[in-house]
């Protein structure tokens, strides 16, 4: 009896002060192996072993982090963090789909929202690996009737085309437009065409954060490949890099299986731009994206000097004190007070707001994705800069309301 009381008074010493995500499921069962807690791909790496020292550190902090600024009533997604595809944290909390009970575990694909964008990105870049495009052709090299002469597929990339959002075109057609129709990524390079709205700026003159850049990417993906999105990313990222977790949304089919997505417990209607993709669209886990994030430290999947093309920012050059730029699909920031540069990618879409950031200097991935409306997922930039850079400071600046989300 009194080894009984003691095996309890221990386990539940243990319970209570252990950090959360290494009760969660990939830390807690018999399964917990070190091949449970690797996350590999399909192509050669040259990154370290991980020590137990650093690891012990990290996870201590990442879970204070966690549960104080991420982990509440008003988030519901999935978290990881790893470095050199070791999983160093983990968490996974709340419901894929509230109605039939399904909840969300490592192996649920969430709405990536705009970091949907860093994989079309990517896979632009392995086309122009396989010379199939250039960064510099200009995009009536493959859709004739564009009618935006000077725009390159650098300039959508970067979003300094000036492009018109087709979230405003309702606005700039009025009483024209019809409220009802899903819209395709076709139709959009179709409104473009016919009637030929005017640019918000002139090309390669100004950033402005515009998602039709990434639908024209998508078309462009198609006609180089000769396949659909859906198909094409399939090819040249999920299955090179084993991303099994991985698809691109079909509106048609997949209604009724993709993960949902919350305001508190009302599910976000599907709505007219439901339909477009490579600004959005592409539905992923954690463990996938960490894959897909070790896929750029290897020269046999991505060409390393033509990745730094991603990562050099095309719009701050002259701007003093710059506290943030755009690269090619990808954010960055400038952290205080040495200016050290930080990549990263936000998303938002209906009740999906979610965050991808890969420290590249110190091979670490850290992603945070929710499926219920709130601006939780963003704190991990403040958690990656407190971290993993020499920011010191844990918050940036205070978290806004629950509903006020940004990208």
Known sequence: MKITLITFFLSALFYISSPKAVLSDVF????????????????????GAVSDTYINEKRVKIDSFYNKNINSPYYSGSFIVAKNGHIIYEDYKGYANVKTGKKIDAATPIHLASISKVLTATAILRLVQQDNITLDQKVTDWLPKFPYKSTTIRTLLNHRSGLPHYANFPALMKKSWNRKKVLTNQEVYEILAQKKLKLLSANDTR?????????ILALIIEKATGLNYRKAMQELIFKPLGMNNSYVFNFDTDKETASQSYRGNTIFPWDQFDNLYGDKNIYSTPRDLVKFDLGTYSPEFINQELLQEAYFGYSAGNVKNAVKDYGLGMRMRFL??????????NGWWHGNNTSFI???????????????????????????SSLFYKKETAIEKPLPPETECEE
């Open 28 to 47: 807690s069962t018999s399964r917990i192996t070190e091949d449970s807690l690797t996350i590999k791909i399909p192509f050669p790496l040259k990154l």
């Open 207 to 215: 950033f402005d954060y515009c998602n039709t850049n990434y639908v």
């Open 336 to 345: 205080p007070p040495t200016g050290e540069k930080m990549v990263y990618h």
């Open 358 to 384: 890969p420290v590249k200097k110190d091979t670490v991935t850290v992603i945070c994705l929710g499926n219920k409306y709130s601006n939780r997922p963003y704190a991990t930039l403040s958690m990656a």
